[in-house]
């Protein structure tokens, strides 16, 4: 049974940190990539960043702000979310799909097939 479980979300300061897991059972990570995707209330679900087998991509808003990590050993992806504005508040998911999906489609949601249940991300003072 493949699930995909976030954690670490909270309540944090502009300017704060936090660092999300996405731990991974009922599938080898070695042979998927990851997405982080986020999803503010009245907005889209945008894509974040992405964990491919040799390479990582983020969303331009926040390079080098945020830094994704894998894990294969503890079949666990994380994200590293540093100097967070208000506007990085929303609820943030994980994804997979298999490693051979086309790099440049990494921000498609509709290219991932299976989803975690998402956790909350909230920036405020």
């Known amino acids: 049974q493949v699930q995909l479980v976030e954690s670490g979300g909270g309540l944090v300061q502009p300017g704060g940190s936090l660092r999300l897991s996405c731990a991974v059972s009922?599938?080898?990570?070695?042979?998927?990539?990851i997405g982080w995707f986020r999803q503010a209330p009245g907005k889209e679900r945008e894509g974040v960043s992405y964990s491919g087998e040799n390479f990582s991509y983020y969303v331009d808003s926040v390079k080098g702000r945020f830094t994704i990590a894998r894990d294969n050993s503890k079949n666990t992806v994380y994200l590293q979310m540093k100097s967070l504005k208000p506007e990085d508040a929303a609820v943030y998911y994980c994804a997979r799909r298999p490693s051979s999906g086309v790099p440049s489609t990494w921000s498609s949601a509709k290219t991932y097939d299976y989803w975690g249940q998402g956790t909350q991300v909230t920036v405020s003072s």
């Open positions: 009922g599938f080898t990570l070695d042979y998927y990539a």
